[in-house]
């Protein structure tokens, strides 16, 4: 069983995930969506939490803020989805390689 901080690392793991999960229903003006995105997202996160990946989701919840950011200038509902995917999976490239070098020592071998 992966070991884990504290509780406190997976109710915010759940926050998290199913406020993004809200957030994809709102944006799409979808209530059952809505419902379903952040239920999922409470699921994901929790699970994400329990393992203890809560930097990595902090680095994909950033990258999708930044993608939404941008994708919010263009005016265009469709392109302000795509932006926050393309800067959510961006993020997460990142935040593993980031979790990598927090893991391995500076690019050690693992322990």
Known sequence: MPKSNSKNEIYMGMVLMG??????????????LMTIAGILGLVVGGFVGWIGG???????????????????????QDILIIAAGS????AGFI?????????????????
């Open 19 to 32: 406020a993004t999960g809200l957030a994809m229903g709102f944006v799409v003006h979808s209530p059952l």
């Open 54 to 76: 809560r930097r990595y989701m902090f680095i994909i919840c950033l990258g999708i803020l930044i993608g939404a950011f941008f994708g919010y200038r263009t005016g265009d």
């Open 87 to 90: 800067g959510g999976a961006i």
């Open 95 to 111: 935040g593993a390689q980031i979790e990598q070098f927090f893991t391995t020592g500076r690019g050690g071998s693992e322990q």
